[in-house]
Nanobody, 120 residues
Framework: QVQLVESGGGLVQPGGSLRLSCAAS????????MGWYRQAPGKQRELVAA???????NYADSVKGRFTISRDNAKNTVYLQMNSLKPEDTAVYSC??????????????WGQGTQVTVSS
């Protein structure tokens, strides 16, 4: 089994910053991709940013230049540094991790989600 534990959400004023973390643990052989998604009320879930094991990154246009995704492969942890936050960034943020388990079976797991609220 693979478990994900997220942390770092909260309430922040417009223009502020937050850093999200997501740590994967359990029967992990390798992790291929780690990403962050978000879902605002009444909207579909969307990809915010993703990073591969080789460090290639992909960002939603709406967060380019403001958010930075990074990962610590030794700790199986992915981070999302969010700067210059806007009210429209308010959403539940969830991490997603895809890889291969110790048994050789691929896995894809979601974190429990963490609320990010940007408001004055």
């Amino acid at each position: 089994q693979v478990q994900l534990v997220e942390s770092g959400g909260g309430l922040v004023q417009p223009g502020g910053s937050l850093r999200l973390s997501c740590a994967a643990s359990g029967s992990i052989f390798s992790i291929r991709v780690m990403g962050w998604y978000r879902q605002a009320p009444g909207k579909q879930r969307e990809l915010v940013a993703a990073i591969t094991s080789g460090g290639n990154t992909n960002y939603a246009d709406s967060v380019k230049g403001r958010f930075t995704i990074s990962r610590d492969n030794a700790k199986n942890t992915v981070y999302l540094q969010m700067n210059s936050l806007k009210p429209e960034d308010t959403a539940v943020y969830s991490c997603n991790v895809g890889g291969t388990g110790l048994t050789g079976i691929p896995f894809n797991r979601w974190g429990q989600g963490t609320q990010v609220t940007v408001s004055s």
